[in-house]
């Protein structure tokens, strides 16, 4: 059974800091998801890896994967209180039907 | 079309009572998810449909919860005899494609948060 954990659960970080978080997984997968949640709502998605050494940018935000450690990385560069959110990183099970397995977030705070 | 659509956003029910939600995917997407997210947590797979049919139920999918999607449009999941233990946010997503698009994956709704009392 596909187990997705992250770490930190809890990031409090002062605005201009560079922080990553890490999204591990049990079993094997090439697709990984992340998204963002503000709180009471719905997830926005931010990347979608497809492949092993897939690395994307978007603003401040960069993830990458690594297939054959089963490891993908979310890097802030220079927060912003604007990141601040719970971010979730999503595996793709081939078990039965296609279906997304989610990690249990990193709720990020950035201070300013 | 803007998205996907669910309803309603919030309901508070008294436990024991049924409830029923309502999602209305994207028009060209054939396959539908629900989720559960309960505070804190990641959301949790429910149940999947590719146009009607129901392809796949989760172990977390008690007997008391039903789901359809007749016609292969909008679905709706029920609970009956709900418990306090059900109250989280049931998020409904969609897509044209296994795993969802290439570039943002599935379209999530905005759920239906749900408060047993």
């Known amino acids: 059974e596909l187990k997705v954990e992250q770490n930190p659960l809890f990031l409090s970080m002062q605005e201009g800091k560079n922080y990553t978080i890490y999204c591990n997984y049990s079993?094997?997968?090439?697709?990984l998801y992340w998204y963002r949640q503000d709180p009471g709502k719905s997830l926005e998605s931010l990347f979608v890896?497809?492949?092993?050494?897939a690395v994307k940018q978007e603003g401040r935000l960069m993830a990458s994967l690594d297939t054959k450690a089963r490891l993908s990385t979310l890097h802030i560069t220079a927060a912003v209180h604007d990141l601040s959110a719970t971010y979730f990183c999503?595996?793709?099970?081939?078990?039965?039907?296609?279906?997304?397995?989610f990690g249990t977030g990193t709720r990020l705070k950035v201070l300013a | 079309d803007t998205g996907v659509s669910q309803n309603p956003r919030h309901k508070i029910t008294k436990r024991g009572q049924n409830v029923t939600f309502r999602c209305d995917p994207i028009?060209?997407?054939?396959?539908l998810y629900w989720y559960r997210q309960t505070l804190g947590q990641g959301p949790e797979f429910l149940t999947y449909?590719?146009?009607?049919?129901?392809?796949?139920k989760s172990r977390l999918l008690s007997d008391r919860f039903s789901a359809e999607r007749p016609k292969g449009s909008f679905s709706t999941l029920e609970i009956q005899r709900t418990e306090q233990g059900d109250s989280a946010m049931y998020l409904c997503?969609?897509?044209?494609?296994?795993?969802?698009?290439?570039?943002?994956?599935?379209?999530f709704g905005s759920g239906t948060r749900l408060t047993v009392v």
């Open positions: 449909f590719q146009n009607e049919a129901q392809l796949e």
């Open positions: 999503a595996v793709a099970s081939f078990s039965g039907t296609y279906k997304y397995i």
């Open positions: 028009s060209e997407h054939n396959r």
């Open positions: 890896l497809l492949s092993n050494g």
């Open positions: 079993t094997t997968s090439d697709r």
């Open positions: 997503a969609s897509s044209s494609r296994n795993l969802g698009d290439a570039n943002y994956g599935y379209t």
